[in-house]
């Protein structure tokens, strides 16, 4: 099992090796959290890398990464477990064909582990060879505050209860990282029970040693270019600015078509790959794409 890093710097590093790049910041609270056993709770607009850092501490201690993704209408027995009823229908089908159809026996053995199907939050719950797991609750703020309730004790005692197996507690309680792109609050009891992070858009170093890590074919002039452009594109009066996934994707489209530098028609044909919404998309494309490209190579020069 590999030992949790001992420092800060040992947590850059350790994350550096899963070509995730991050903050001093945002290293000293998961550094704290892994040192503490507290989850982490992870706000920021997405595509800025929330989900990604889970995988990457998963990735980097050689953990199981178990990931909930959540949804409106989320609720607990979708979270924690479901019965497998074609198979118990199955098994009661034949105890009748055969004749041992004892009701009493029959009902213990199909609400037994035998017919259980777990889900994440259970899964994290048992003991794993390589040690705790890393539970990913991603995007919470799309579930309801009912399941944000049933979370309460999930991590505050690290166990679930099923009713018809008692509750289950954790022999060593998961690595939780929580995700919310905050299109509603989440509740601050849940709040208080995490160290709490905005993860912001990086700045222009930081994205391009992204960038170069992610798609390190591309040429430092290349990177130079995508990165700044889109963070002078984060400035305009966008419906959904870009985040660090779509400079990374729009490198590897840029990468796939063989281009060496910007220009406005490359830009205006691969536009999709960084906004997401047609408005958006005209805004940008034509004379406008040509003037920000414009400005950008002027600050780059400059620089």
């Avoid at 800060?8 to 995730?20: G, H, K, P, S």
């Avoid at 979708?78 to 055969?98: G, H, K, L």
């Amino acid at each position: 099992m590999i030992a949790i890093p001992t420092s800060i710097d040992a947590v850059e590093t350790m994350l550096a090796r899963q070509n995730y790049v991050c903050g001093r910041a945002l290293a000293t609270v998961v550094f704290l959290g892994l040192k503490l056993g507290r989850p982490l709770f992870l706000e920021g607009e997405a595509g800025v890398g929330k989900t990604e850092i889970a995988k990457a501490i998963a990735g980097g201690l050689g953990r199981r990464l178990i990931r909930l993704q959540c949804y409106e209408g989320l609720d607990s027995a979708s979270a924690v477990c479901d019965w497998n009823f074609a198979a118990q229908m199955i098994a009661i089908r034949t105890a009748e064909a055969t004749g041992q159809a004892d009701r009493a026996r029959l009902e213990d053995e199909l609400f037994t582990e035998r017919y259980l199907i777990e889900r994440p939050l259970l899964a994290a719950m048992r003991p794993q060879t390589e040690g705790p797991p890393v539970l990913l609750i991603d995007e919470l703020d799309r579930t309801d505050e009912p399941f944000e309730a049933f979370l309460l004790e999930a991590l505050s005692d690290f166990q679930v209860t099923i009713p018809e197996l008692g509750t289950i507690r954790a022999p060593q309680p998961p690595i939780v990282i929580l995700t919310s792109n905050r299109t509603r609050e989440v509740h601050d009891a849940l709040k208080r029970r995490c160290l709490y992070h905005w993860v912001d858009y990086p700045g222009f170093d930081r994205e391009l040693s992204i960038v170069q890590a992610r798609a390190p074919e591309a040429t430092e002039r290349l990177s130079r270019e995508v990165v700044a452009f889109v963070q002078r594109l984060r400035r305009e009066d966008l419906f959904k600015k870009p985040g660090v996934a779509e400079t990374i994707d729009w490198a590897k489209c840029l990468l796939a078509l063989d281009v060496v530098n910007l220009s406005p028609e490359v830009i205006g044909d691969t536009l999709g790959a960084i906004l997401k919404y047609q408005d958006d998309i005209q805004k940008i494309e034509g004379a406008t794409a040509k003037k920000l490209l414009d400005e950008v190579r002027s600050a780059l020069l400059t620089a």
